[in-house]
């Protein structure tokens, strides 16, 4: 599976993420790593919390550096041009997520709008994460 341009983002989430490890997130942000067609993307983990504006944007905020972590991408599934994408970490380190892309990319679409579903320890799905494209990112098959 490569990867082409793909650039994804949460907005501030004001109710953090918990995620493996003991690590809590209020924004996340995934992108393309390597050369133009990669099957490489790296996760950005920001534990900061901030203050919001009248229009929920992110404002004053602590300073934490964020976690940088890189996982391979797997297809694990496709339907009605939908795509389930694995996310794995090197050594099974990492959170335990899924990343829904919608629609898939084809001639004249754009797969700017996913899902990250984040599981927990047992399998279940702890959080369906929101997502939208910060640039215009394709996958190729």
């Known amino acids: 599976m490569k990867i082409k341009n793909l650039r994804l983002e949460t907005g501030y989430l004001v109710e953090p993420i918990p995620l493996q490890k003991g690590i809590s997130v209020?924004?996340?942000?995934?992108?393309?790593?390597?050369?133009q067609g990669s099957s490489r993307v790296r996760i950005s983990l920001d534990p900061n919390r901030c203050t919001v504006d009248s229009f929920g944007e992110a404002?004053?905020?602590?300073?934490?550096?964020?976690?940088?972590?890189?996982?391979?991408?797997?297809?694990?599934?496709?339907?009605?041009?939908?795509?389930?994408?694995?996310?794995?970490f090197e050594g099974g380190n990492g959170p335990?997520?899924?990343?829904?892309?919608l629609p898939l990319c084809g001639t004249g679409k754009e797969a700017i709008?996913?899902?990250l579903l984040i599981f927990g320890e047992t399998g279940e799905i702890l959080a369906i994460v929101p997502m939208q494209g910060s640039s215009a990112g394709c996958l190729m098959a």
């Open 113 to 115: 709008v996913a899902r």
């Open 96 to 101: 335990a997520v899924r990343l829904a892309l």
């Open 59 to 88: 404002k004053a905020c602590t300073r934490v550096a964020p976690v940088q972590i890189e996982a391979d991408v797997e297809l694990l599934e496709e339907c009605d041009e939908k795509q389930l994408l694995a996310l794995k």
């Open 26 to 35: 209020h924004q996340i942000q995934i992108t393309t790593v390597g050369e």
